[in-house]
């Protein structure tokens, strides 16, 4: 079972993550328009973890890191996501970075990445009560599926 603290740190872990890969493909990718985008998807994810940092804060004001979620099913189903995610607590980013030999090669990396936020913040959404942030939630799923969307049209211009 999670609380709600928990599932907070699990997107600002994500999120960093993601920033930090984003961060360094950016360095290593000669493609000037990848390398704004993935300089911007940076940014984004950076926006995401401060975010995610507001809602703890606000959530232990208002119930404390002790409240925890009655739905085993939904607690499960979150676990199995965040499990798998491409972004763990834990990856080996450099080693993902580097598997990017081209830009095509590293959009494909964001694109799941940004996949898997969709469905990972989609599982979470439905443990997360109105009063911690369900509606900030939503904002991050939509902008998570923006991401997908200008991830593919680079992918489409690089093929």
């Known amino acids: 079972m999670y609380n709600a603290h928990e599932v907070f740190e699990i997107g ?30 940076a940014a984004w994810e950076q926006s995401h973890v401060e ?14 890191p002790e409240y925890s979620f009655g739905d085993e099913e939904a607690s499960a189903y979150l676990q199995s996501i965040a499990g798998s995610h491409i972004f763990i607590t834990g990856a080996d980013i450099d080693g993902i970075v580097k ?5 095509a090669d590293t959009m494909r990396v964001a694109i ?18 109105e009063k911690f942030g369900r509606g900030d939630i939503d904002k991050i799923i939509l902008e998570e599926v923006r991401h997908v969307s200008l991830i593919a049209r680079r992918i489409a211009l690089l093929a």
Do not use: H, W
Not at 51 to 64: E, H, I, P, V
Not at 112 to 129: A, C, H, N, Q, R
């Open 12 to 41: 600002v872990n994500i999120e960093k993550n993601g920033r930090l890969f984003y961060q360094k493909a950016a360095l290593q990718t000669a493609d000037r328009d990848a390398r704004t985008l993935l300089e911007e998807l």
């Open 51 to 64: 975010l995610f940092l507001d809602l703890q804060s606000q959530m232990g004001k208002n119930a404390g």
């Open 99 to 103: 598997k990017c030999r081209t830009p």
């Open 112 to 129: 799941g990445f940004e996949k898997d936020s969709v469905t990972l913040y989609t599982g979470m959404k439905g443990l997360i009560p």
